[in-house]
């Protein structure tokens, strides 16, 4: 069993606050274990706590499209929340219950090694930008060590006000260049060394 696998068996399993009581399912993530982009949304909802799957209510269907925007789907990306139980009615996590599921985020990042994190809400936002309005910051990115973060707004956001819509599929858009600058900046493979030349004198 990889890593990955051991760590969802053990999310499945968790107990380290309420949320556990409640839930149907735990809600781990999904997607390529070497995914170079990694979606962290916010907790699961009611589909998710049914299906054990991140993002497929309708959230996750404007994300498919999202993705369709950049030629990408699922199964180019990884996709996984800050918390990985369903808050009762879809309520804001709990600063306890972020601290309680922040340990398997970690593990999910360190395991993954994504060159760029895209925060989906303001829960996640708190990964790398604090302090700030997500109004301010959404779309600008920021690098933290070898990992470059993007702060867009949650894709339910564009569910409950159109005018957030435009601004998703905008920051989204700038994906593509974000991720080929990383790539440009990566160190070429080092040159092989010619042969040294025999001296015939």
């Keep these: 069993m990889s890593e990955l696998a051991q760590l969802y068996e053990q999310i499945s399993r968790c107990q380290r606050c309420p949320l556990s009581a409640t839930r149907t ?13 990694m979606f962290v949304g916010e907790a699961p909802g009611f589909h998710e706590d049914q299906q054990g799957r991140p993002f497929v209510g309708a959230a996750g269907h404007f994300l498919d499209q999202l993705l369709g925007s950049i030629n990408l789907s699922r199964r180019d990306v990884y996709i996984c929340n800050v918390i990985k139980c369903r808050p009762p009615a879809n309520r804001e996590p709990l600063p306890d219950e972020l601290q309680a599921c922040r340990p398997y985020l970690d593990q999910q990042m360190a395991l993954i090694k994504p060159k760029l ?36 707004f949650h894709p339910a956001a564009a569910l409950h006000q159109p005018k957030y819509r435009s601004l998703i599929e905008q920051d989204m858009l700038k994906i593509p260049a974000i991720l080929a600058g990383l790539q440009a900046v990566e160190p ?7 042969p040294e030349q025999l001296s015939l004198f």
């Design 25 to 37: 399912m735990a809600v781990p993530g999904e997607g390529p274990a070497d995914a170079a982009i």
């Design 117 to 152: 994190v895209v925060t989906l809400g303001r829960f996640s936002m708190e990964l790398a930008f604090s302090g700030v309005s997500i109004s301010r910051i959404h779309g600008v990115p920021k690098k933290v060590g070898d990992v470059v973060f993007l702060p867009m």
């Design 188 to 194: 070429a493979e080092p040159p092989v060394a010619p």
